[in-house]
């Protein structure tokens, strides 16, 4: 019998998820602008004789390599352009305070303040003041050649770069990513139709939730361009409307047992064709005899589908109904006033800024007290380690450090075989693409392909070469330690503020879906909002669930011990999606105090999440008529609540 490996050298768990790469698929494209762009700039600078000028503009087009992560055209120029006018400003407040101690200490932390803070207002703006503090900690701690003003115009030059190679076929793809996006969900969809009543059903719908949050930011996005009334973009989010009522009925017949013909997911993938190739010809569909409640729903679903993606006019006949059901952006200033009174008056956003703030006040301090060459490093590892929406802190900390460790690996064949000059520039044309690449696979990947990029850039400003190796390695793990200590280990946010009370919230949002869902009168366009921003926020609960899973105990195992109740409320409202769906296609109404009594079951279960750390099992009935319609979701808020009652 072969002798086993003790346990203790087995690796746990939140480790082997650290370290796992992420599936994605290869960026062609962005693998190649990314070459173009952080060689080119080089090449020109040492054309011209100044490549200390072309190693600024390639830093310049890195940050828009990072950035460039939108599959639309128009969010491009959002992601890209928009951190590039911040990382600007922080350059020049960076290189101002050079070489005057604490000055420049106090200038860098009241940036990281202010960065903190308006990164949660959201993705643009994450990235926006990633670049403000990134480039204000590379002016305060490298010296920049040439006037105050020149460094940020070249390293603004170098990420508008990328932007323009990424507009380069914008002229000829215009709005196909968002028609194939929203393919893309289409055939989603048809995989949860084909999934009903399989064990495949829970990812895939999961699978569908985000491909639905894609395409509607996508469409969405591009409608804050066009703040009046465009008839294809109109009609983009018709197409998206009218998927909604098949997504509504597939888990009716997932939980009510009722599986679908193979005929109903291939009709669903022949409209997917239909919308990708802007197809607008009559749709014929191959459609079995409805003979109960859910084939019905599903039948009428699907014609109105085949409907709206073959009449080109749809988008004008709808555009009225897509305005009630999605709400038309506000204008813009509108947007700025309300994201900025958000910010000041957030406890969330004030918390985080004072972290992010006292990790790189001490290592501003640090640097000032301690001599350490080229300190802007330690300030670049804790930002991109304490970026909220980037994952775990614990997380990010090791996969930064293990990054750095290989990247340094790849920096050190680099700069001991490649002579300084124009050997540089194939090398950049070839460790660029990895960027996108590895990017895509994980935080720690990523930072392994930053890493000898940086380094080399680094190498054309100061001629150290290998010296570079061992201090940015000791800077790297410096900048680790702090961001785990001052900015982990000394703010624990238990699991009952970071995670129960938005779970408690999705639970009572979903007793008020449930009391509208049922009542009389009803709008559809509310309902089918209502069940949107629930799967929305239960996906966003899940990912943060899902991060926490990667961090070592405690938090991981209160994770683990919390996921089945967010399965379990996921389970909730799909049981009352699919009650509905029957309801209108000739099942039983329930009573008002049928509804009622399930609803308060939801708010107790809600009130109890917010009094509790510790999930604790007890038994719990509900009983109501025998052959409702709502005895599935019955079931399901019982399972719920044996799971979730606290002492």
Request: hydrophobic fraction near 50%; proline fraction near 7%; aromatic fraction near 6%.
């Amino acid at each position: 019998m072969p002798r086993q490996l003790p346990s203790v050298l087995t690796p746990p768990d939140w480790l082997v998820r650290n370290l796992r790469p992420q599936q994605a698929p290869m960026p062609w494209a962005a693998a190649a602008r990314a070459a173009i762009a952080l060689a080119l700039p080089l090449a020109i600078g040492l054309a011209a004789g100044e490549p200390a000028y072309g190693a600024l503009a390639s830093m310049g087009a890195l940050s828009g390599v990072i950035g460039d992560t939108a599959d639309a055209y128009r969010m491009r120029i959002f992601n890209i352009a928009v951190p590039q006018l911040f990382g600007a400003i922080g350059v020049t407040i960076g290189s101002l305070v050079y070489g005057h101690g604490w000055v420049a200490v106090g200038a860098v932390t009241g940036v990281a303040l202010v960065s903190g803070m308006i990164s949660t207002i959201g993705a643009v703006a994450s990235v926006s003041s990633l670049l403000l503090l990134l480039n204000c900690s590379i002016g305060a701690g490298l010296p920049l050649p040439g006037p105050w003003w020149l460094a940020p115009v070249l390293m603004s030059g170098g990420g508008l770069l990328v932007l323009a190679l990424a507009l380069l076929a914008w002229p000829l793809r215009s709005g196909i990513p968002e028609r194939a996006a929203v393919a893309h969900t289409y055939r989603t969809v048809a995989d949860l139709l084909a999934a009903t009543g399989t064990e495949r059903y829970v990812d895939i719908r999961l699978a569908v939730t985000q491909s639905l949050n894609q395409s509607y930011d996508l469409a969405l996005a591009r409608r804050a361009f066009h703040h009046g009334r465009n008839p294809e973009l109109a009609r983009l989010l018709a197409q998206l409307n009218a998927i909604t009522p098949v997504v509504e009925a597939a888990p009716a017949a997932h939980q009510f047992h009722e599986p679908l013909a193979p005929e109903v997911p291939d009709a669903v993938r022949h409209l997917a064709d239909a919308v990708e190739t802007g197809y607008t010809g009559p749709i014929g569909l191959s459609l079995p005899v409805p003979t109960n409640e859910t084939a019905r729903a599903v039948d009428h679903a699907l014609r109105h589908a085949a409907d709206v993606v073959s009449d080109r006019s749809a988008g004008k006949a709808s555009l009225r109904n897509v305005d009630d059901r999605l709400g038309r952006p506000a204008a813009l200033r509108v947007r700025a006033t309300r994201a900025s009174r958000n910010v000041l008056l957030s406890a969330a956003s004030w918390r985080y800024g004072l972290r992010l703030a006292l990790c790189i006040g001490l290592a501003q301090a640090l640097v000032s007290l301690v001599p350490v060459p080229r300190s802007y490093w330690v300030a670049l590892t804790i930002t991109f380690v304490m970026k909220p929406d980037f994952g775990s802190v614990f997380s990010r900390a090791l996969l930064r450090a293990l990054g750095t460790v290989a990247g340094l690996v790849v920096a050190a064949v680099v700069l001991a075989l490649v002579p300084l000059g124009w050997w540089d520039v194939p090398v950049m044309f070839v460790l660029g693409p990895l960027i996108p690449i590895l990017g895509r696979r994980g935080y720690g990947y990523q930072t392994a392909a930053v890493t000898p990029v940086i380094l080399l850039l680094s190498d054309v400003l100061n001629h150290l070469g290998t010296a570079l190796l061992v201090p940015r390695l000791a800077d790297s793990l410096i900048g680790c330690a702090i961001a785990l200590v001052a900015g982990y280990l000394l703010w624990p946010e238990s699991w009952h503020t970071r995670v129960g009370d938005r779970l408690a919230d999705a639970v009572a949002d979903t007793a008020r879906y449930v009391e509208y869902a049922f009542g009389a009168d009803v709008d559809p366009a509310a309902r089918a909002r209502m069940r949107r921003r629930l799967y929305r926020d239960l996906s966003a609960i899940r990912t943060e669930f899902q991060r926490a899973l990667s961090e070592p105990p405690p938090s991981g195992r209160r994770a683990a011990a919390w996921l089945p109740l967010v399965v379990a409320v996921e389970r909730i409202v799909d049981a009352t999606t699919a009650a509905g769906v029957r309801i209108r296609h000739g099942a039983q109404r329930p009573s008002p105090a049928e509804i009622s009594h399930v609803a308060l079951q939801l708010r107790e279960l809600s009130d109890g999440l917010r009094e509790t750390d510790t999930l604790v099992a007890v038994r719990t009935d509900l009983t109501g008529p025998a052959g409702s319609v709502l005895e599935p979701l019955r079931q399901e808020v019982a399972a719920a609540r044996a799971i979730a009652s606290p002492h």
